[in-house]
């Protein structure tokens, strides 16, 4: 019965900073990873960011390397997304997920095996 709640999406203008939150319940075991996925209209589920729990160890979408920046807090069970100078490329819904095994690539969606409902973020130019 794990459940994933992100919160925080909105409408910003270009340029502009937004911070995604997702909380984390009913883990019995802590994940090897959490990450974030959006996915635009007409487009593929896309890979954002993902950090190993344990480590805390970020990896990051060539696209947005150096200007997002994604954390965990290990003893709240939350992971955030810290997203500056937005495009309107980034607007998407963007999708909080947990891995509970390693996976071989952390950008592998299907590797993640917990999601949350999705927040919006919206970027005018």
């Known amino acids: 019965q794990v459940q994933l709640v992100e919160s925080g999406g909105g409408l910003v203008q270009a340029g502009e900073s937004l911070r995604l939150s997702c909380a984390a319940s009913?883990?019995?075991?802590?994940?090897?990873?959490m990450a974030w996925f959006r996915q635009a209209p007409e487009k593929e589920r896309e890979f954002v960011a993902a950090?190993?729990?344990?480590?805390?160890?970020?990896f990051y979408a060539t696209s947005v390397k150096g200007r997002f920046t994604i954390s965990r807090d290990k003893a709240g069970n939350t992971v955030a997304l810290q997203m500056n100078s937005l495009k309107p490329e980034d607007t998407a819904v963007y999708y909080c997920?947990?891995?509970?095994?390693?996976?071989?690539?952390?950008?592998?969606?299907?590797?993640?095996?917990?999601w949350g409902q999705g927040t919006q973020v919206t970027v005018s130019s």
């Open positions: 009913g883990l019995t075991f802590s994940p090897f990873a």
């Open positions: 950090i190993n729990w344990s480590l805390g160890i970020p």
């Open positions: 997920a947990a891995a509970r095994g390693r996976p071989k690539y952390y950008s592998d969606s299907y590797k993640y095996d917990d």
